[in-house]
């Protein structure tokens, strides 16, 4: 077993290349979605056509200090996309975990014919994220289901769910932990964990890590989301794509995150939340995609980094940033991931990248 380490000889086993598609998927262009867009989901619809879910904010944000929403897109060929009015899913003031923000979302079908959303919540200063969810019947029209869907260790979030072929769910999702590194020093580590389910609403966290947070090489800062494909019957492959994020270099003073700041409401930071969120995101780090394969969806061999942008003095809209990533099926074995980039200037956006036909195995 290589287990987490990096392979050398598993690009076959995984991906293999990804192609960067030309210009953007979508950006920033109205009042809704004006700051900020990341965190893509998308799904194909029964007529052929592709919705993207997103998390936006914007200057039309329920209340001032909203950090973030759902909001969706339309596109015939999966490459344009026109934005579709509304939101799908904004966060509540009265509900504790989610008061602040709802972000990241992930799409599962329902036998009934309707739609369930899981997405990442947030709610005030010092409250752990929390992964709830909410279900549609049109995939317009969203309400929010009771109670929480999965918590534990110092927040979970980024979460990807999975359609398992033995007819159960898993959501594959970061966990925080603050624990301590080599030295004794406490630090913050940001792990894939994963949980079960046979009805989709009660989770069980399964034994282990799917992914350590190993601090070393490009990957420093720990991993933000995981994207997972089950293989299509008993003893074939399941594939991964995964964000991870590289640290500022030793020395630089890096502004306190508005969602760590206690004092963001006083301070203004939480109501220019997106603002001073990209300052923190441009102070030095990157992020970056790579691959891992399973036999199991359980044990994960590290793979390539496949998106790996030009860094703050490059080109191109994923220069900086390429993270939280939504895979589809596009025909002839083909996929593509739709992910969220960030340019030199600061500017995130919803970028895309296609694979050759699926490897055989």
């Not at 399941?238 to 206690?262: E, F, I, N």
Request: aromatic share 10%; glycine share 12%; charged share 20%.
């Amino acid at each position: 077993m290589i287990g987490n380490n990096r392979s050398k000889d598993v690009k076959s086993e995984s991906f293999g290349d990804w192609i960067r598609d030309s210009g953007v998927r979508l950006e920033c262009s109205r009042t809704l979605d004006g700051f900020k867009v990341q965190a893509p989901a998308v799904v194909r619809l029964a007529n052929g056509d592709f919705r993207l879910f997103y998390t936006a904010v914007g200057p039309a944000r329920p209340y001032p200090t909203c950090q973030g929403y759902i909001l969706s897109a339309l596109s015939r060929d999966g490459l344009k996309f026109t934005p579709e009015p509304g939101i799908r899913l904004a966060p509540q003031i009265g509900i504790v975990v989610r008061s602040l923000r709802v972000i990241a979302p992930t799409i599962a079908w329902l036998e009934n014919g309707s739609w369930r959303m899981y997405v990442e919540a947030r709610g005030a200063f010092g409250q752990p994220t929390v992964i709830c969810s909410a279900i549609s019947s049109n995939m317009l029209d969203w309400v929010y289901e009771d109670g929480i869907r999965l918590q534990g260790f110092d927040g979970v979030g980024g979460c990807r769910y999975v359609a398992m072929p033995d007819g159960r769910g898993r959501l594959y999702c970061f966990a925080n932990e603050l624990r301590p590194a080599e030295g004794g020093q406490l630090q913050r580590f940001h792990n894939i964990v994963s949980a079960i389910s046979t009805d989709g609403l009660q989770f069980e966290i399964e034994p282990g890590y799917r992914l350590r947070d190993i601090k070393t090489g490009l990957e420093t800062a720990g991993i933000t989301a995981a994207e997972v494909v089950a293989p299509a019957g008993v003893g074939g492959l399941w594939r991964m794509v995964y964000s991870a994020w590289q640290d500022v270099a030793v020395g630089t003073v890096v502004p306190l995150h508005p969602s760590q700041d206690p004092d963001a409401e006083s301070n203004g930071r939480s109501v220019d939340f997106a603002a001073a969120s990209i300052v923190v995101d441009m102070a030095g780090y990157r992020s970056r995609i790579f691959t891992a394969f399973s036999e199991d969806g359980l044990k994960w061999h590290r793979g390539d980094c496949v998106i790996d942008g030009e860094g703050y003095n490059g080109a191109g809209v994923d220069a900086v940033h390429a993270e939280d990533m939504s895979l589809l099926e596009v025909g002839n074995g083909q996929y593509r991931m739709y992910y969220a980039a960030c340019d030199a200037y600061g500017n995130w956006r919803i970028a895309s990248a296609a694979t050759a036909a699926w490897p055989e195995t």
